[in-house]
């Protein structure tokens, strides 16, 4: 490539003297002393952003952060290297990737064998071979040859291909740095290429147009509007007159000053003659004249303007063979020297070349390097400001202290459960022993009182049958004392969970220790229920069967009697059976003339009094055991639904501080950033004011 050794260079006869600081290398000097100090809060700002939560609003400006941070690096680094951006558009398969060859004098498009991935592709110098990919998210990998790179490239292909289908199945608007950001935004190439060395330029590789993914194309290209020097647009001999190609070639008219149309040719190519011979084409005779039709019969009104005020140069070149030739020229050292016959198709690349060089060389364009640097800047500048302007990065301070707040809070709550695990609930449970043992008590009393008439009709149904005293005690008396017991214990039970029921769950304590429970989301309605639901099961209640002993019950005696000397336990031996088991079947007839109301009376007094002395036994009992058994259940509860809490407190309070400092990290970094902001953005009104109707005489440099 024969591009000065410098932009700046006006004349390869300038002398060798040592450098000299000119007004050019005060600028890139003093602009990337004064607008790279944004980089690393901005970038600190992002990672900030990337780890709050998806929920948290700022978030959503950090897309546009990463890519204008991504775009000021671009700009500061070619700023600071005086480096020319050489974009290269056109169709896919239009030659794109053989230009860059030729521009290059080396085969550099073996990298770029995925045409339809939608990132651009940046060629320029280094000693060693770096390959480079930079993703939408910030994060770079590096590879050390090309097949690592393509096959990264093709992994980020089926990636962005699959994302992409499922973006539009769900009816959006697919944006890599939303939908995917780790897909591959720019992929860098650094070969050994001295005439890339000696011009300063980049070799920009466009993403082909009309693919399907051509999302960002726009922004891709506005991007470069003032960081690029120029632009190239290749088209092939077979698509130039298809309105079509050039349908966004307006755009490229109002982005770019200067665009050179590089028409692919074919010079292989042959025609049929009438006589059937094959003769070389029009594009290997006179491919001027296919310039002339398209000129003629297809470009349009702006194109013409274009070609005329000169901003647009249109250059008929076989690529193919350009590349060939000067890679080859390269590798031999003769300058690829060309037969006679190929010195009219060579000529027409080196005019092209000799163009491009002299416009990169001018003082215009020069010129064009430092306002356009400095406009772009300050637009940048404007954006990210407005960036972290945004109402959603304002709010991060106000979400700071509430999130400060619930920390608090939510410490808060760990304590008082710390506190409320400490306490022995039993002790505040037993005070209801007083309570309950009045209220069973009178319980009993009303027990005893119901049974005296069943208890009678027991008494009176067996006198009427012949039914033996144990028989009386077992079937007839033993149901009315298992219903009496079991009333007792069943009301006493009820009445506990009545009065456990209530809010404070029937425990005597301080207000402000039940105002921690509820503080803490415990509910003691619930925690009573639930060591209430196992309480007559751990209470048991015996209920023994009467004992009726014949010695008690008066007997009339009979003559035979009387004749015997038989004594009252003989006869009633004779008529029940023995005392400790009267089994003996006793006639209803006997019942009536032997024993008579006296007896009857007896019997009754004696089951009466047995009820009543185990009822009152029950009674005594019961209180401790039902308040023993729910006070066990009501700790056990307790301590299992405190340490639930506990657990659930302890989480929530880590993700709080957790978000708070992420957010609080993410405020205070864009804070930084802004507060940066002003001073950057006041050293690029500065270097405006200095540099920007700087003469472009006094923009040349030297160099030994």
């Known amino acids: 490539m024969s591009y000065a050794s410098q932009p700046g260079d006006l004349s390869s006869s300038t002398p060798s003297t040592p450098f000299m600081r000119t007004v050019l290398s005060e600028f890139c000097e003093s602009f990337d002393a004064g607008v790279r100090p944004i980089l690393e809060p901005v970038q600190r700002a992002t990672e900030a952003l990337a780890a709050v939560p998806e929920d948290v609003p700022a978030k959503r400006v950090l897309p546009t952060l990463r890519d204008l941070r991504h775009q000021l690096q671009q700009l500061i680094d070619k700023v600071a290297a005086q480096q020319a951006y050489v974009l290269i558009f056109g169709p896919i398969k239009s030659g794109k990737s053989t230009f860059m060859n030729a521009l290059s004098a080396a085969y550099v498009s073996e990298v770029t064998c995925l045409p339809a991935y939608p990132c651009m592709v940046y060629v320029s110098h280094s000693d060693e071979p770096v390959f480079k990919v930079t993703r939408y998210d910030g994060r770079e990998s590096t590879f050390t040859n090309r097949e690592a790179l393509r096959e990264a490239v093709a992994e980020g292909h089926y990636q962005l291909m699959r994302r992409l289908r499922e973006a539009e199945l769900a009816g959006e608007t697919f944006d890599p740095a939303v939908h995917m950001p780790d897909a591959i935004r720019k992929i860098d190439i650094k070969l050994d290429i001295p005439d890339l060395a000696q011009s300063g330029a980049v070799l920009v590789d466009t993403p082909g147009l009309y693919t399907r993914m051509k999302f960002g194309y726009d922004r891709m290209t506005r991007d470069f509007r003032n960081a690029a020097a120029c632009a190239i647009f290749v088209v092939k001999t077979d698509n130039l007159f298809l309105e079509q190609v050039f349908d966004e070639f307006g755009e490229l008219l109002e982005l770019f000053s200067r665009i050179f149309l590089v028409v692919n040719l074919d010079s292989t190519k042959k025609d049929l003659l009438p006589d059937g011979t094959l003769a070389p084409s029009l594009e290997h005779e006179s491919p001027w004249e296919i310039i002339e039709a398209f000129e003629n019969l297809s470009m349009s009104a702006p194109l013409k303007e274009a070609a005329e005020n000169g901003r647009l140069g249109i250059y008929p070149v076989d690529l193919l063979r350009a590349a060939s030739r000067r890679i080859i020229g390269r590798r031999t050292g003769d300058g690829g020297a060309t037969s006679d016959g190929e010195t009219k198709v060579d000529a027409d690349f080196d005019l092209l070349l000799e163009d491009l060089t002299d416009y990169l060389n001018s003082n215009e364009y020069l010129k064009a390097f430092l306002q356009d640097s400095l406009r772009r800047s300050r637009t940048l500048l404007g954006e ?31 304590e008082k459960i710390d506190r409320l695990r400490q306490i022995q609930w039993r002790d505040h449970v037993q005070a209801l022993v007083p309570w309950l043992r009045e209220r069973v008590n009178r319980i009993a009393a009303q027990v005893k009182a119901d049974t005296q008439e069943p208890i009678g009709r027991a008494i009176d149904d067996w006198f009427q049958c012949n039914d033996s005293l144990h028989r009386l005690a077992d079937a007839a008396l033993l149901p009315i004392f298992a219903s009496a017991h079991a009333r007792l214990a069943a009301d006493a039970e009820d009445a506990l969970k009545r009065r456990a029921s209530e809010d404070v769950a029937g425990l005597t304590a301080a207000e402000d220790l039940l105002a921690d429970v509820k503080a803490v989301g415990i509910d003691m309605r619930q925690v009573a229920e639930a060591a209430l639901a196992d309480l007559k099961s751990n209470a048991p209640v015996e209920s023994p069967a009467p004992i009726l002993s014949s010695d008690a019950i008066p007997v009339r005696r009979s003559v035979v009697d009387w004749l015997l ?3 009252g336990a003989a006869v009633r031996r004779r008529l029940f059976g023995p005392a400790d088991h009267p ?44 308040v023993r058994s729910y006070a066990e259940g009501f700790e056990r509860e307790m301590a299992a639904r405190l340490e639930r809490a506990r657990t659930d407190a302890s989480q929530r309070l880590d993700e709080l501080e957790e978000r708070l400092r992420g957010t609080r990290t993410a405020h205070e970094r864009l804070g930084a950033l802004r507060e940066r902001l002003s001073t950057v953005a006041a050293s690029v009104d500065a270097l405006i004011e200095r540099f920007a109707q700087t003469d472009p005489a006094t923009l040349t440099r030297h160099v030994v």
């Open 565 to 567: 000397m038989r004594s």
């Open 384 to 414: 990210m400001k407005g960036a972290v302007d945004d109402e959603s990065v304002r709010a991060l301070g106000r979400e700071v202290q509430s999130l400060e707040k619930s920390c608090a809070d939510a410490r808060g709550t760990v």
């Open 583 to 626: 089994d003996a079947p006793l006639e209803a007839a006997i019942k009536a003339s032997r024993l008579g109301e006296p007896a009857r009376e007896a019997i009754r007094d004696a089951a009466v009094a047995q009820l009543e002395q185990r009822i009152d036994r029950l009674a005594e009992t019961l209180p401790d055991q039902l």
